[in-house]
């Protein structure tokens, strides 16, 4: 598989200049703001979709979207990737095998709407896909120590550069089975990073039962289903999951755990 880039890369954040008002004056600081901008997703020239996400990773998020989204089956699907920057976007040219672009021809979830950041269900035609029977990653959830959990929730900040500067993008990190984490990749979308932290982990060609995935949001039903797709034994998250999210993790046999005060608590 040939990965190439055009055009120059974009910044995955911005400075600005703001001032604040107290009783003692004015004052003047630098803040940073994450970038967010289209990114299209185009297999053999069919126009798949377009995601709101932050400019960064693109080749892992390229990859991790197009397993996550069952496109593609494996890397060996794709043949090549140009990707395309300019001040309006960014365009994601794959060229994929001839089986694959027959499949996508006759299953493709016609999406008509501009993907958001902030949700990975937007343009689907038919609700009965929520509640499609996800693959069991394993026989019986994962067993870990709530220790090595709550180790890699404590330095998941530690990992997290384009938040330090910003405060306001979602990070998904793999950790190994001592907690130590090793991947991170951040997005304004937390859709979005676990996609390329997906896409890392499958170029890198990382064992999931090697460690497991940390994320600093809440554990939506999406994050479970591209989890469960790629076979995650065991995810973690910085905020409670919806029920929602817990039965198809169930279903899926998928370990969860959630921060807990100053901890970390097992829930499935």
């Not at 990114?39 to 979709?49: L, Q």
């Not at 300019?86 to 089986?99: A, I, M, N, Q, T």
């Not at 990992?159 to 089975?177: C, E, F, G, I, S």
């Not at 989890?227 to 999951?241: E, F, H, T, W, Y």
């Amino acid at each position: 598989m040939k990965i190439k880039f055009h055009g120059e890369d974009i910044a995955s954040s911005r400075e600005f200049s703001v001032s604040s008002h107290s009783p003692r004056g004015e004052a003047k600081a630098s803040w940073h703001i994450p970038e967010e901008v289209p990114v299209a997703f185009v297999f053999n020239r069919r126009n798949y979709s377009v995601m709101m996400a932050t400019p960064d990773d693109l080749a892992d998020f390229a990859i991790g979207f197009s397993l996550t989204e069952n496109i593609i089956r494996d890397l060996s699907d794709i043949m090549s990737i140009d990707i395309h920057q300019s001040e309006l976007g960014v365009d994601l040219h794959f060229k994929v095998s001839r089986e694959v672009i027959e499949k996508l021809d006759l299953t493709q979830r016609r999406r008509n709407l501009i993907g958001s950041a902030s949700c990975g269900l937007c343009g689907l035609e038919n609700a009965d896909v929520l509640f499609k029977k996800l693959p069991q990653v394993s026989l019986e959830p994962a067993d870990i120590d709530e220790t090595i959990i709550t180790k890699a929730l404590s330095n998941l900040s530690d990992h997290q550069p384009l938040n330090h500067k910003t405060r306001t993008v979602h990070a998904a990190a793999w950790a190994d089975l001592s907690g130590d984490i090793k991947i991170v990749r951040e997005d304004v979308g937390r859709h979005n990073a676990l996609d390329k932290l997906l896409g890392a982990l499958a170029l890198e060609k990382i064992s999931m039962e090697s460690g497991f995935v940390v994320m600093s949001s809440r554990c939506s039903y999406e994050i479970i289903e591209k989890a469960a797709l790629r076979g995650v034994k065991i995810l973690v998250s910085v905020s409670a999951p919806t029920a929602f999210a817990l039965r198809k993790a169930k279903e899926a046999n998928i370990a969860v755990f959630a921060r807990f005060g100053k901890g970390a608590v097992r829930l499935l």
